[in-house]
């Protein structure tokens, strides 16, 4: 019994961001197909609105262009192109160079991975103010494109798979992070409380964990990010002395 606990913990390890990636991958389907019946009724309300006359629904549409249903729309538009890039890179990845033998590092990095969805769901806002949207936009931008300077290296538990010290992590080196703190901080802020808070505070804590067992693993695969290191801030864009 011991021996097969093992194994099926070995195979989790050594597996966890392929099952991740599919598990993304349907998670996107279900997020498209409800973001398609969301935009079937909005159709179908319409219609039946412009039976009482166009004028009353152009004047609807103008006053509610930045109101929920737009903002619901570009939001799953924006969460499905996201989970589309993730999902992709860990099914393609590089097989990693170096991981982690323990699980504390992998539940660590599942729950910097996860966590702030809670703060999603204890939203009670279903409109961002522009502070917010702002926020949410430049956090995406940002992660976005340090996904796309890690590419096929990219994984959401610790794993070497190749030293990226170019595009934005030739100015820092977690910019997915911070671009994720600046996304969850619009989402803090379009719904205030002292829960939301408290899940970002120890999220905070928890991503800044992760990163430092990420970078001791590349350091053992890499001596030389040792020197990166050094010249490169953690989380701002800020030069070291």
């Known amino acids: ?54 004028l009353i629904v152009q004047d609807e549409i103008s006053q509610n262009m930045f109101d929920y249903p737009s903002q619901r729309i570009l939001n799953s538009i924006v969460q499905i192109s996201y989970i589309v890039i993730v999902s992709s890179l860990l099914l393609l990845a590089k097989k990693p160079k170096r991981r982690y033998a323990k699980s504390i590092p992998t539940i660590i990095s599942l729950l910097g991975s996860f966590l702030p969805s809670l703060l999603i769901v204890s939203s009670e806002s279903e409109s961002f103010s522009l502070t917010s949207a702002l926020l949410l936009f430049l956090g995406v931008t ?18 070497v798979r190749g030293l990226v010290v170019s595009g934005l992590y030739s100015f820092i080196r977690h910019p997915m992070y911070l671009g994720s703190f600046v996304a969850a901080a619009g989402v803090v802020i379009s719904s205030p409380s002292i829960f939301s808070l408290v899940i970002y505070l120890l999220w905070l804590v928890i991503q800044v964990w992760r990163s430092r067992l990420e970078e001791q693993l590349i350091i053992k695969e890499y001596p030389e990010y040792e020197k990166y290191r050094k010249k490169t801030s953690a989380f701002l864009p800020i030069p070291k002395l």
């Open 1 to 54: 019994m011991l021996l097969i606990f093992h194994n099926i913990k070995n195979f989790l390890l050594e597996n966890t961001n392929k099952i991740l990636g599919i598990i993304l991958s349907v998670f996107c389907l279900l997020k498209i197909y409800d973001l398609w019946q969301y935009w079937f009724s909005l159709q179908h309300e319409i219609q039946n609105k412009s039976s009482h006359g166009w």
């Open 142 to 159: 940002i992660s976005l494109m340090g996904l796309l300077s890690l590419r096929k290296s990219f994984s959401i538990t610790p794993e």
